[in-house]
């Protein structure tokens, strides 16, 4: 469910309802044990639909990013928790990361930090994210998020050589292609939202020879035919990458983050 409470501040700073005193309380249980799971200091954070509220049992995902935890350990948790609350939600999703990550002066940094700070909710370990300043609503928030796209477009040609599953990819592509999407429509519009359907609605008024509403299908009925996707990457997700690419811009090396 999207955030109702996203946009930009009268300061020109993001805005999310992400808070501990808004996490829906039918996952308590979830989040206990995911606090559990984690070992030593690894940090802990809630971010989607759980953290603003908006999630609803048993159909929601409950989103977690861990900096500290292994791959490994972060599948395992992942794995093992969304077997176990099966009944209380679609999937547990712990996302490993780094606090050289987050520290990095690079694009790739600078857009964990913007997302720690305004959708990220703190559970359990340390909180290298505590202190950070409010970010801007701008094209800089928008590559650090999504300025992978571009890398991304590359496995997924490769991974559909490779056989990989159709649907899983499908439903993949569609999230990130049009997360990358809520980045230009952003970006032009002067707001801020990550907002999928509404902001593909948007980029269709924009860009109307760029049609994502195929993308906007596979959210929620995956593709099941390989030709369907190959024409759908080298149609419209070549062209957001390319539009992403000269609008705001892919990572960028080492150094050159604001």
């Known amino acids: 469910m999207h955030d109702p409470r996203e946009g930009v501040t009268s300061e020109g700073t993001i805005r999310t309802g992400a808070s501990r005193g808004r996490i829906v309380p039918a996952y308590a249980e979830v989040l206990r044990a995911a606090v559990d799971a984690v070992p030593g200091r690894a940090s802990l954070y809630v971010y989607g639909s759980v953290a603003t509220g908006t999630a609803r049992a048993p159909s929601s995902d409950v989103d977690l990013l861990s900096l500290g935890l292994p791959d490994a350990a972060a599948a395992r948790i992942s794995a093992t928790l969304s077997e176990r609350f099966r009944d209380r939600c679609r999937e547990v999703s712990v996302a490993p990361a780094s606090v050289e990550e987050l520290e990095a002066p690079t694009d790739e940094g600078y857009g964990l930090r913007v997302f720690l700070r305004h959708y990220g909710v703190h559970l359990a370990g340390d909180d290298p994210a505590e202190g950070l300043p409010t970010y801007p609503a701008d094209a800089a928030a928008a590559r650090g998020f999504n300025g992978d796209i571009a890398r991304h477009l590359d496995a997924w040609r ?34 801020w939202s990550t907002d999928r359907r509404a902001c593909a609605a948007r980029w269709n008024e924009l860009e109307p020879a760029v049609r994502v509403d195929t993308l906007v299908g596979w959210l929620d009925a995956p ?36």
């Open 223 to 258: 593709p099941q035919d390989e030709q369907q996707v190959a024409a759908v990457l080298e149609g419209p997700v070549a062209d957001v990458v390319d539009a992403f690419a000269a609008q705001i811009g892919c990572w960028r090396d080492e150094g050159t983050a604001p």
């Open 158 to 191: 490769a991974d559909l050589q490779r056989g990989a599953d159709v649907a899983h990819l499908g439903t993949w592509i569609a999230r990130k292609t049009l997360l990358a999407v809520a980045g230009l429509v952003s970006v032009r519009d002067a707001t």
